[in-house]
């Protein structure tokens, strides 16, 4: 299998089921509360480039080790 295909498909597994038990990925509002910003703000930074980010299905979802690993908040 390519090394594309491969991380699409841990993705889909990583994805999957869309309550994420393990919490590897987050949603803007828990973002928010780690970052101590509000959740529009979170959307405006993920929109600008500023915060990495996938869609799934149009919503919004951050990987909690980028999330914790930030060594500054983004320009607010």
């Known amino acids: 299998m390519p090394q594309d295909a491969v991380a699409t498909a841990n993705l889909d597994q990583d994805m999957a089921g869309g309550d994420d038990t393990d919490g590897l990925w987050l949603t803007p509002p828990q973002v928010a509360a780690i970052l101590h910003v509000s959740v529009e703000t979170v959307r405006r930074l993920a929109r600008e480039g500023q915060l990495p ?7 919004l979802r951050f990987k909690r080790s980028t999330i914790e690993n930030l060594d500054q908040l983004p320009n607010l």
């Open 53 to 59: 980010h996938i869609k799934l299905g149009g919503s």
